[in-house]
Every structure is written in C-alpha cells, then in structure tokens.
C-alpha cells in the first residue's frame, strides 16, 4: 500500500511551499488510495513550537486536507535510538572528537590547496578521544543511483560527500537521520519533497541500506521561482496560508494553483477530480515560475463559475443574489463581492476623486443627471423610491440621450466615464448588465458629487 508523508517543522505558520508539498502529498496518496502521514519535525530546529502544531493541522485542515496518521518525531525518540544503536553496532556511525575551530582550520587548509572542503575521516581519527563525542555517518563512497519519479535517472557519487553529521554533542540528532528512521519506522513507500532535498537524497538512501530497510521511491519536484527567478520566498512577497486567508483567497484556488505549478495542462475540478487524474511522471523537471496571478486566475474561474447558491452562508450574506450573477465574472479576492455590493446599494459609497475631467464638457454631470429617465414609484410602505423607465436597457438609452446633447463626443469616452463616475473602476461587469441594478437615486447622487469635485478641482 501506498504510503507517504508530510513532515513540516513547526517553526511557523505554513507557507504556499508548504502548501505544495502536503498537496502533491495528498493528491498522490489519495490516487493510490493510500496512506497521508503527517509528520512533525519537531527535534531538529530550536524555533520549533508545539503551538505551532495546532497552526499547521488548522492550515492543512482550511485547505481541505485530511491525513490518516499524525506523529511528532520527538514521540519516536525511543525508535531512534534503537536504530541508533544498530548503526553503531555496525559500524556505520562513529564518533568525532574535533571542535568546530579544528574543523574550520581543516576546511580552510583544504580550501586554499584547492580542495573541496570535505571531512577527513582519517585526520579526524588522529583528535585524542574523551567524553562527549558528537557523530558522523560513514558513507559508502559509491555512486547511489535512483530512478526519481519526476527528476528520471539520478546519480550520485558518495564520494564527493563528506559523511554526515547524524547525532550532536548534545545527544540530540539531526534531521537526516531522524527522518529517515521514522520514514522506515512507518514504512513510506513514496517520498516526495522539493528538489532542495535533491543533495539528501542518497546519503539518505545510504542510512536506509544500513538500516536493512526498503528504499522508497523518490520524487523531488522543482522549486518554485518569483518573477526574478529567484526561490520564491519571503523577499519575493510569499504570504502564510493564514495571510492568504485573511486577504480572501480561497483553500480551493490555493490547492489548484500548487498542484498545476509544473503541468503543461491545465487541471481543474475539486480535490477528488485532481487526485483520480494525478500523475507525478506529468511534473516537469525545470523549474517554474510563479506569483499570486497565478491563483488570481484560477480564483476569478472558480468565482465564475459559481451560482448563488453554491458560496458560503458569509459570502451569501455579502451580496445580493440578484447581483452575483451580473459581477461574479469580476471577482478575485472575496473582498470584492461586498465592494460591489457596495458600488451597486450604497448611496454613502463615494467614488475616490482623482477623475481628469479635462477632457469632457462642464455641463456632462449635469447633462447626464437631466437625462436620467425614471419614474417615482412607492413601495406599499410608502417611502418613495425611483426606477428606470427605459427597460430592459436603461443603459443603451441613456448613453444615447447623453449623446444627442453632445453628438460630438465619442460613444467610447461616455460609456468609460460614466463607468468611472459610478463605480471608480475601468473594468467591471458589462454597464447594461450592471445599470438595471443601480438604483437612479444613486445614480443621481454620485453624479452630482462628480460635478461638484470636477468644478472644483483641488
Ligand atoms: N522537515 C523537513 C522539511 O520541511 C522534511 C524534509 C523531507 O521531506 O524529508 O524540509
């Protein structure tokens, strides 16, 4: 059976590369129909926080990931010195005497006789023995090769390697060697991580030889770049999942964005639809681009495609259901469902100044307004109210009585202005769509704010 994991430090909230490899993670295991492991690696980084445990299964759980088993590895420390011990008994670990000013004195005499700085296991034998050795894992000084299941063929020479440190003067021990004992322990059969863990790979798959355990398959795929091509990281703008969430983006545009990142098709559908047609062999190997378009795009398509009836009871709550049909072509974050609840119902809403009217006649706001064609009506209620008499295109016939005022302006430059006056934005929802649903009276009242800022420019 299909087994992988997941093994963030907690060290922080989760970050779109995270997010990345918990979702390539799931999608594979959930093909297979196989095992998610959650793992947290939680004994080699002194900025780790059990807090921080409850932020990563709350982010993993916002964006709609389940996982069948959930461990710390300092729970599994009793496991790994057994197999500690194992290694020990073999011989495959020894222990160092040196200090870290021993060691950056060799490293500088290989440096300047043109040496890659490597450790010298024979030097380090000749540093007199006492009581608290730190420990390195003996390589084999072989070439390891494996078949990656997204980089292909892979080839490492161990010999250019310098072993490993696998257990601190402390007693504590690092990452290499813990993950792989618990990655024995719990029998994964897949790893899949990003391509920075390339250069662990075959020290790792030696510690699984001397384990006697079973080699899993591996699959790196590649890093995610900014627009500089550089690692996509916080300098390039990378938010947590949290900061995602809080701007409005959405888990399943997230999931969608990290999990099409290296396909030359284009995926689409739910969790369940991505994970029956995942495969690892379609990633590509090179790296790939990427910044928050890439989920705006997807994001404004799963708006899209949206009926009234399929948001959530808040975002229901945010907007007319008349409205959603005429704006949900224009929406990104979901901050911009009430924006245009706002534009279309709020007769406080102001439209930011900041309009170059240069180029329009004075008398236009006010042309504008006189052409306005509506009637009073009154709700049983009594309080009046207005609507267009042009139906069902108040727009079409509005813009042409503008124009039979003004028949030198060019239809284009009214439309956009009108636009403009009534919603501060150049793009939006088709106006004859959008107009029906604007009550006159807001109409009206933005159009003579817009006079009086365009008489009086600041
Ligand atoms: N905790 C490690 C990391 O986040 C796990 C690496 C691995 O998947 O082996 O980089």
Redesign the pocket.
Known sequence: MVRVRF???PTGRLHLGNAR?AVLNALFAAHHGGAFVLRI?DTDDARCRPEYVQDIQQDLRWLGLSWDEEFAQSANVETHRMLFQTLKDSGRVYPCFETPEQLAIWREQQLSAHLPPRYDRVKGKSVPEHDHPYWRFALSEKEIQWNDLIQGPMVCDTRHLSDPVVMRQDGTMS?LLS?VMDDVDRRITH?I?GAD?LT?TAIQTEMMQALGANIPFWAHFPLMLDQNGDKYSKRSGAKSLQELKEEGWLPSAIVQAVAQLGLSHQISGDFAHMASHFSLSEYSKSNGKFSMQDIAIIQSRLWANMAYEDLSPDVQASIDPGLWPVVRNNIVLAGDIARWQQICTDPHWVAPDGMDGSSLPQDFCTTAINALNTRAISKQSGEPLREWVWQPDPWHHWVNAIMLVHPNLKKGLVARTLRMMLTARTGGPKMEDLLPLLPPKIVQCRLERMHDALLSPS
């Open positions: 093994a963030p430090s490899t690696d990452y993950s790893i991580r863990h662990n």
